[in-house]
């Protein structure tokens, strides 16, 4: 089984840090959101992959290769915004008759991985959501899939689809994207995997949803220091043996990375801290913070701050892109 990993986008909503790096690439939890669902994939016995990269695409070709040696590894360029449908549609070559796992790369979730892929048949994630207007939505009819529709102005239900897709009938996928693309249909100026989905439901095609037991959002600053929260949460506080603590306090759950420097300060709960930052007389609180950065004398909770960026004086709520230096003395 090949798994096919969309990470062309631009991630408008977290600029300014997407100005510098993939939206994929963003830090959480010790890890980049990429990283999370590489690692994922592997656990469960994927070694093939498929990336699909555009915006800032060497960064992330970079990224996997030198932190991700041993899978197996192709990329393929997506040209313009032409949205995930045309992005699986690239793969077609690459993917041949081999079922497909397509895993959006701004997207972890918390599912039963070994047991979907050991199910036969298509299987598609799905969750409830507060606000079905944004999302591919599954009209059901007790436990059987009906329709699909894209980000519905009036939606007929809240269940969503949340970017994992397990299709065995590869060729009825490729042969559906086909249409579409030749059609030129577009929903929202996008071609769209959800509308190729309903192709293949009109066909015969036969489609299983299966529960996702947590969705973490990644698409803002609030929700993905939300998620940095939630995921730290769920494993074991890290500070790598090489961080340098003086007269300092940290407060679990945390992730700090090597060759850290702290001084005289309060850490935590909630802090991701990228490698070689320098932090001093500050109090940092459901933070994420990017490496080689330089904090002093702040006093910030809420807030994400890239790397190589510097600090100084009081604030409480921050959202700073790489390369950033900001005095408030």
């Known amino acids: 089984m090949k798994a096919i990993i969309p990470v062309a986008g631009s991630g408008a909503k977290l600029r300014p840090h997407t100005y510098t790096q993939p939206k994929s690439l ?9 990283g999370f669902v590489i690692e994922q994939l592997k656990n469960a016995g994927i070694e093939d992959f498929i990336f699909v990269v555009g915006y800032l695409g060497e960064k992330i070709i970079h990224y996997v290769n030198t ?37 959006l790369g701004d997207t972890v979730c918390d599912f039963d991985i070994k047991g979907i892929l050991g199910e036969k048949g298509n299987q598609l994630g799905i969750m409830k959501v507060d606000d079905p207007r944004r999302f591919g939505i599954v009209e059901m009819d007790g436990d059987s899939i009906k329709h699909f529709v894209e980000k519905p102005s009036i939606p007929k239900s809240n269940k969503a689809l949340v970017g994992l897709y397990k299709i065995s009938d590869v060729k009825e996928l490729f042969a559906c994207l086909e249409k579409i693309d030749k059609a030129h249909k577009k929903v929202a100026d996008e071609f769209s995997l959800t509308e190729a989905l309903q192709e293949m439901l009109v066909s015969g095609t036969i489609f299983n949803p299966f529960k996702v037991n947590y969705w973490y959002d990644c698409g803002r600053k609030e929700s993905l220091i939300a998620t940095n929260a939630s995921l730290l949460a769920k494993q074991k506080s890290f500070v790598d043996r090489t961080v340098q603590q003086t007269n300092s306090v940290i407060i679990p759950p945390v992730n700090i990375a090597a060759h850290v420097k702290l001084e005289n300060c309060i850490i935590g709960p909630n802090v991701s801290i990228g490698s070689h930052a320098k932090i001093s007389q500050t109090l940092l609180k459901d933070c994420i913070i990017g490496s080689y950065t330089t904090l002093h004398e702040v006093l910030l909770d809420n807030s994400i701050i890239g790397s190589d960026a ?13 390369n950033t230096e900001i005095d408030f003395g």
């Open 310 to 322: 510097e600090v100084k004086g009081l604030s409480r709520s921050l959202n700073i892109g790489d």
């Open 67 to 103: 932190t991700y040696p041993d899978i197996k590894s192709d990329f393929v360029v997506q040209e313009g915004r032409r949205g995930i449908g045309d992005a699986v549609l690239q793969t077609k070559s690459l993917v041949g008759k081999e079922e497909v796992f397509i895993v």
């Open 26 to 34: 963003m830090p959480i939890a010790g890890k980049t959101i990429l």
